[in-house]
């Protein structure tokens, strides 16, 4: 078993969600989260004042698949996250050491 840590843009998580239902995996974990990479920080309007934000909102999607399918899977997410700009996103790859998920 591999896990799979996808952090990508927030509008990119619906077309890497599509590819990753299409190879089959019935399960995975969505959350919101801030980072920086290469592109730093930007800056950001409100109130008609400009300020500067650290972190730029991303979308960190976790999946479980088994150790035959994790090549095809990070070729597939990679495809439909890439924009061509950078920070695209990354693609974690943890190994699993235990046989399986416990059931409770």
Same mark, same amino acid.
């Given at each position: 078993?591999?896990?799979?840590?996808?952090? #990508?843009?927030?509008?990119? @998580?619906?077309?890497?969600?599509?590819?990753?239902?299409?190879?089959?995996?019935?399960?995975?974990?969505?959350?919101? #989260?801030?980072?920086?990479?290469?592109?730093?920080?930007?800056?950001?309007?409100?109130?008609?004042?400009?300020?500067?934000?650290?972190?730029?909102?991303?979308?960190?999607?976790?999946? =479980?698949?088994? @150790?035959?399918?994790?090549?095809?899977?990070?070729?597939? #997410?990679?495809?439909?996250?890439?924009?061509?700009?950078?920070?695209?996103?990354?693609?974690?790859?943890?190994?699993? @050491? =235990?046989?399986?998920?416990?059931?409770?």
């Amino acid at each position: 078993m591999k896990q799979l840590i996808i952090i #990508v843009k927030p509008f990119r @998580a619906e077309a890497v969600l599509e590819a990753i239902a299409e190879l089959g995996v019935d399960a995975c974990s969505v959350r919101e #989260v801030k980072g920086y990479g290469r592109q730093k920080n930007y800056l950001d309007r409100y109130r008609g004042s400009e300020y500067s934000t650290a972190y730029l909102p991303k979308v960190e999607i976790t999946v =479980w698949v088994p @150790a035959t399918k994790y090549d095809e899977l990070t070729e597939r #997410v990679a495809k439909a996250a890439r924009t061509g700009r950078i920070g695209d996103g990354k693609v974690f790859v943890v190994p699993l @050491a =235990w046989p399986g998920p416990i059931e409770f």
